[in-house]
């Protein structure tokens, strides 16, 4: 699983630098051709979906975002509704 690990971030670094405009030689390009079989390889062995897995943090990163913003709030709201005392 590690070498799988190893070879995805391989993987997307010379797709990163492609994007980037730098021209990749024949074997960086055949390695880049194996995204898919290597995803999908990791996510056998470790019974995961990657795909999903990055959109899925970020919904409960949202999620969690709205629950702290609805604490604020209602804080704010209790500490203005108590008495003040003098």
Same mark, same amino acid.
């Given at each position: 699983?590690?070498?799988?690990? @190893?070879?995805?971030?391989?993987? %997307?670094?010379?797709? %990163?630098?492609?994007?980037?405009? #730098?021209?990749?030689? #024949? ?9 898919? =079989?290597?995803? #999908?390889?990791?996510? =056998? ?9 990055? #959109?899925? %943090? ?6 969690? @975002? =709205? @629950?702290?913003?609805? /604490? /604020? %709030?209602?804080? /704010?709201? =209790? ?8």
């Amino acid at each position: 699983v590690r070498f799988l690990q @190893k070879l995805l971030r391989q993987i %997307e670094s010379l797709k %990163e630098r492609q994007e980037g405009g #730098e021209v990749l030689d #024949e074997a960086q390009m055949r390695k880049v051709g194996r995204l898919e =079989e290597v995803v #999908e390889e990791i996510e =056998e062995l470790l019974d995961v979906n990657l795909d999903s897995s990055d #959109e899925e %943090e970020e919904e409960e990163a949202d999620d969690d @975002k =709205e @629950k702290s913003d609805d /604490e /604020e %709030e209602s804080e /704010e709201e =209790e500490k203005q509704s108590l008495p003040v005392k003098r």
